[in-house]
């Protein structure tokens, strides 16, 4: 069955390369998650007055892949007590999100939570919300990094090559 959850880990190309490379993954889309603003563009959310985080639509066939590992691979590519910055970007669009859609999936966010929590000294940073709103960014930053593969990314390229060689788990 098609499921779909919502990851803000900073810049969005990368997170949504690093997801394209996770078996059961079956789309992603780069947008704008839980501000307050409509239909906001790019340039308006880098000013960080929007309220938006830079967000990736993740849709995975929960018969291959389960939420759980999703998460965890999340983690992996994140550094979950780091407020608002992920690399060399930093400000409110580039924090580290959780956004659901389904009361369902909170079971699996929170053991996870606590799994990632139980190994950290300092507390996680990362948000979990319902899903609020979402508006895909324009056609220039989906697939970012297929197009312009030299272009910038906060994470390391051997990270991408992890997600391609991890075994899913549902």
Request: glycine share 8%.
């Amino acid at each position: 069955m098609k499921k779909e959850i919502y990851l803000a880990g900073g810049c969005f190309w990368g997170t949504e390369h690093f997801f394209k490379q996770v078996q059961g993954v079956t789309e992603t889309e780069v947008g704008f998650a839980n501000g307050h603003t409509d239909k906001p563009t790019y340039q308006e959310v880098y000013t960080d007055q929007t309220g938006y985080a830079e967000t990736v639509r993740i849709a995975y066939d929960d018969q291959v892949v389960g939420l759980r590992f999703l998460l965890r691979m999340f983690f992996k590519a994140i550094d979950p007590t780091s407020l608002n910055k992920q690399g060399e970007d930093e400000g409110t669009r580039y924090r580290t999100g959780i956004y659901y859609t389904s009361d369902a999936d909170m079971a699996a966010i929170r053991q996870v939570f606590a799994e990632e929590q139980s190994a950290l000294a300092e507390p996680i940073a990362v948000e979990v919300k319902p899903l609020e709103r979402f508006f895909p960014a324009d056609e220039f930053h989906q697939d970012y990094l297929e197009k312009n593969p030299t272009g910038y990314c906060h994470l390391p390229k051997a990270l991408f090559e992890f997600a391609r060689q991890a075994k899913p788990e549902k």
